[in-house]
């Protein structure tokens, strides 16, 4: 089995360098024409699987047309509470900006999520998600269309190669086709 995890297109948000996380914005047009353009060079997948969040399932929806994706919500992006929406440059001078960015984002977020919260949420929702896949008809090819932290904190957690969590960033619409290898993720190649 083959999963392709996808991320979302680009939005406003993307383009401005924002950190997006529960704000919940559509594709830009941008970010429209590249969905386009990234359906036409990716494989059919049997099932596909999706963060909640409106960028997501728009995303799914423009490329691969005709699947009704499975909503996860466990996928979705980290909530960046105080630095919500807001830019690197706004945020600058903020100390609990600053000692967020020091601890690496492993920090606490005011009143949002830690690394290690958006971990344990993700990997749980990621292992139901692998479950849903067995209880249903065999699927060579699943699409799951999610965010960048998303990929990162499941490739960071169960990819092989080990590496870590920045090492997966992936950009806008980009991705990774993996396979479950034993209890971790094969990258087979980039999407």
């Known amino acids: ?35 386009k353009e990234k359906a036409k060079l990716l494989p059919e997948p049997e099932l596909v699987y999706s963060s909640p969040m409106l960028r997501c399932r728009q995303t799914a929806e423009i490329l691969f047309p005709g699947k009704t994706p499975i ?25 609990d900006y600053v000692a967020w960015l020091d601890s690496g984002g492993a920090g606490e977020i005011p009143g949002g999520e830690s690394m290690e919260q958006v971990s344990r949420r993700v990997i749980e929702e990621f292992g139901r998600l692998i479950m849903d896949i067995m209880l249903q008809d065999y699927a060579e090819r699943v699409a799951v269309v999610a965010h960048g932290g998303t990929i990162m904190t499941i490739l960071a957690a169960l990819g092989l190669p080990e ?8 950009k806008n619409c980009g991705g990774y086709a993996v396979a479950p290898e034993g209890e971790r993720l094969r990258v087979l190649r980039e999407l």
């Open 1 to 35: 089995m083959e999963i392709m995890l996808i991320r979302h297109s680009s939005t406003e948000g993307n383009r401005q360098r924002r950190y997006v996380g529960r704000t919940d914005e559509g594709l830009c047009p941008e970010g429209i024409e590249l969905a």
């Open 71 to 95: 909503i996860m919500d466990g996928l979705r992006e980290t909530d960046f509470g105080k630095f919500e929406y807001k830019t690197y440059e706004e945020l600058k001078s903020d100390p």
């Open 163 to 170: 590496k870590g969590y920045y090492d997966w960033q992936v």
